[in-house]
C-alpha cells in the first residue's frame, strides 16, 4: 500500500551541479504534481504532468527547471545550474485523475540544499 | 490580491479549546476546496474536503460560503496532537491545488 515515492529525503548540491528530484506516484494514480515550499512561505504550484505529458507548468520558472513523466518510471524534477535561492523543500502529488475536485495525495518530500 | 488568504497565527489555545480558522480565496471559479494539516516542514496530509453543504468529521467541521469566498475550520475539544500548521486550499483551474500560507496552532497543556 505505497503511497507518493519521493527520493532522495535529502540533497545536497553546490551551485552550478545539477539536482534531480524523483517521485513515483500512489499506485493506480496518473497524475503527478510538483510543489515547492521555501523556507517560512506556503506552497507553491509548479507543474502538472500525466504520463509523457506536460499538462500545466505555469508554475515553474522560465529557465533551468524542467520536468518529465516518462511512460516507464518515476516522474523527475530537474534543475539543472542550482543557485542559492533553490533550496527549499520539493513536493510530489499524485491523484487518480487530473480533477481539481479531487484531492491530492503527497510525498514525503526532498529537501534540497544548496551550498 | 493573494489567491488564497490565512491569518498565519499563531493561535495558543488550551487543551479542550475550540478554535476556528478563516481563510478568503479570489478565484471565484475554484470548485473544489481542502484543509490540510503540515507538521514540521513534513509533506501536507489531507484533513477534509469542505462543501458548500459543510461537512464534519469528529472533532472537525469545515464550512464554504461561496457568495463571501470565505471557508473555515472549526476544532473542538482541541488535543495536543492537533498542534500543526492549517493549509487552506483552493482547487485550481487546471487540477493544480492553490495553497494558502497556513495558520499555525499551538495546543498546550
Known amino acids: 500500500n505505497a503511497g507518493v515515492m519521493q527520493n532522495p529525503r535529502h540533497l545536497v548540491r553546490r551551485r552550478g551541479q545539477e539536482a534531480r528530484l524523483r517521485c513515483s506516484p500512489m499506485k493506480g494514480h496518473s497524475h503527478v504534481y510538483w510543489y515547492r515550499q521555501l523556507p517560512e512561505e506556503g506552497l507553491k504550484f509548479m507543474v502538472y504532468?500525466?504520463?509523457?505529458?506536460?499538462?500545466?507548468e505555469s508554475g515553474m520558472p522560465k529557465e533551468r527547471f524542467s520536468a518529465e513523466f516518462p511512460k516507464e518510471g518515476p516522474s523527475i524534477l530537474r534543475i539543472q545550474q542550482v543557485v542559492r535561492g533553490d533550496s527549499a523543500a520539493y513536493f510530489c502529488?499524485?491523484?487518480?485523475?487530473?480533477?481539481?475536485?479531487?484531492?491530492?495525495?503527497f510525498g514525503d518530500g526532498t529537501r534540497l540544499s544548496i551550498l | 490580491r493573494k489567491e488564497v488568504e490565512q491569518d498565519p497565527g499563531p493561535f495558543n489555545v488550551p487543551e479542550g479549546a475550540t478554535v476556528a480558522f478563516n481563510c478568503t480565496y479570489s478565484?471565484?471559479?475554484?470548485?473544489?476546496f481542502f484543509w490540510y494539516r503540515q507538521d514540521c516542514r513534513k509533506e501536507p496530509k489531507l484533513l477534509m474536503s469542505?462543501?458548500?453543504s459543510g461537512n464534519e468529521d469528529g472533532r472537525f467541521t469545515a464550512q464554504l460560503n461561496r457568495a463571501s469566498q470565505y471557508i473555515s475550520l472549526l476544532i473542538r475539544d482541541s488535543k495536543l496532537s492537533d498542534s500543526a500548521t492549517y493549509l487552506c486550499?483552493?482547487?485550481?483551474?487546471?487540477?493544480?491545488?492553490?495553497f494558502g500560507k497556513g495558520t499555525k496552532l499551538s495546543v498546550k497543556p
Open positions: 502529488a499524485s491523484s487518480p485523475q487530473g480533477l481539481g475536485n479531487q484531492p491530492q495525495h
Open positions: 469542505v462543501y458548500s
Open positions: 478565484n471565484s471559479a475554484s470548485q473544489s
Open positions: 504532468l500525466q504520463k509523457e505529458n506536460i499538462i500545466d
Open positions: 486550499v483552493a482547487g485550481g483551474s487546471q487540477g493544480n491545488l492553490i
